[in-house]
């Protein structure tokens, strides 16, 4: 069974410009939770989408926002990057919502803000 | 007050001995609880997912849940060097609905 696979990998962007990161959950979990680390400040919930809708949202700006296909697939973008926006992005896929069952990682994307 | 607690470390352990990783939460209501390990570079990784009141065992790991008193804890026994890395204690919020973090606990077993 696939694990939950992120793409792109590593990605270097300059201040303003915007970025798409994008994760495909394990087969059959329906809920996609995305998470930003960093050094500082540790592992953050960004949101949570279940079915297409997004179920939970973090305390992150409007410049983050996120939406889910129906094939469960999910997308994450942030417009207007800040050198701040550097860190580690990762998704977390599980069957179902809101932290009743295991959540799985990917990798991570690591997006550097120059 | 931080929802989710853990002492940052590093906790040093010898090679062999119990290592023992614990947390605290804030919100009296929360119902599923983990522990992530998570090497440097790389992302976290599930090590148990507990929800009920006591010990659950798997392997050399049993995590510790005492509701009443907010707390749960992670216990390596006969650690290795291996074992050397950052832990992660989550909480799911009754509140939100969402999981929670905590700064995580560095953890080094030497030989």
């Known amino acids: 069974k696939a694990g939950v696979t992120q793409t792109p990998r590593y990605l270097i962007k300059t201040r303003g410009q915007q970025v798409t990161l994008s994760c495909s959950p394990i087969?059959?979990?329906?809920?996609v939770s995305w998470y930003q680390q960093t050094p500082g400040q540790g592992l953050q919930f960004l949101f949570e989408?279940?079915?297409?809708?997004?179920?939970n949202k973090g305390n992150f700006p409007g410049r983050f926002s996120g939406r889910q296909f129906s094939n469960s697939r999910s997308e994450m973008n942030v417009s207007t990057l800040e050198l701040g926006d550097s860190a580690l992005y990762l998704c977390a896929s599980s069957s179902s919502t809101g932290g009743d069952t295991e959540a799985f990682f990917g990798q991570g994307t690591r997006l550097t803000v120059v | 007050q931080k929802e989710v607690e853990q002492n940052s470390g590093p906790l040093s352990v010898p090679e062999g001995a119990i290592a023992s990783l614990n947390c605290t939460y804030s919100?009296?209501?929360?119902?599923?609880f983990f522990w992530y390990r998570q090497y440097s570079g790389k992302s976290p990784e599930l090590i148990m997912f507990?929800?009920?009141?006591g010990d659950k065992e798997d392997g050399r790991f049993t995590a510790q849940l005492n509701k009443a008193s907010q707390y749960v804890s992670l216990l390596i026994r006969d650690s290795q060097p291996s074992d050397s890395a950052t832990y992660l204690c989550a909480v799911k919020l009754s509140s939100a609905s969402k999981i929670i973090f905590g700064s995580g606990t560095r953890l080094s077993i030497r030989p």
């Open positions: 989408y279940f079915s297409e809708t997004q179920r």
């Open positions: 087969s059959g979990h329906r809920s």
């Open positions: 507990i929800y009920s009141n």
């Open positions: 919100d009296r209501g929360s119902q599923s």
